[in-house]
């Protein structure tokens, strides 16, 4: 017997949901674990649960998960050491986003701009220059 495609949405079952998220946090730590082995890559994985249980895997034995996150930071604040020679356009999405650190934050201020209603204050760039970082913030969700 064959596996169902399930389709993707939220588990409305509470039960079910939590049984589901135990099984698939188990296995993104196994598929984090073997990247780690098979490609000597350093992984850092931070899984919180709905109540807000904090689940965590660090492939590197020497550092911690600290220290990846450091490095993290380090490599997001100077994009030149960070980046990888090639035709890889997805490691280039979160330095597109510079003037706001999260898409969250993005939104909250386009949420604000149409809510002034102030598009008298917008110059024709500044609402190309929100309208390219909403269109980049969309790419880069759409990707993780």
Do not use: W
Not at 106 to 122: A, K, P
Not at 127 to 138: K, R, V
């Amino acid at each position: 017997m064959g596996r169902r495609k399930l389709e993707i949405k939220r588990i409305e079952n509470k039960s079910s949901r939590s049984v589901t998220f135990s099984k698939r946090r188990t296995g993104l730590i196994k598929k984090a674990r073997h990247l780690s082995l098979l490609c000597d890559a350093d992984v850092a994985l931070i899984v919180f649960s709905a109540p807000g249980k904090l689940y965590q895997f660090c492939s590197s034995a020497s550092n911690s998960m600290a220290h990846l996150l450091a490095t993290y930071e380090k490599s997001r604040l100077e994009p030149e050491s960070g980046t990888i020679e090639g035709d890889d356009q997805d490691l280039e999405l979160p330095l597109q986003c510079t003037k706001f650190r999260t898409c969250k934050e993005l939104l909250q201020e386009v949420d604000r701009l149409v809510e002034e209603n102030n598009t008298e204050e917008l110059s024709l760039t500044d609402m190309t220059q929100l309208e390219e970082e909403l269109h980049d913030a969309l790419v880069q969700t759409r990707h993780s």
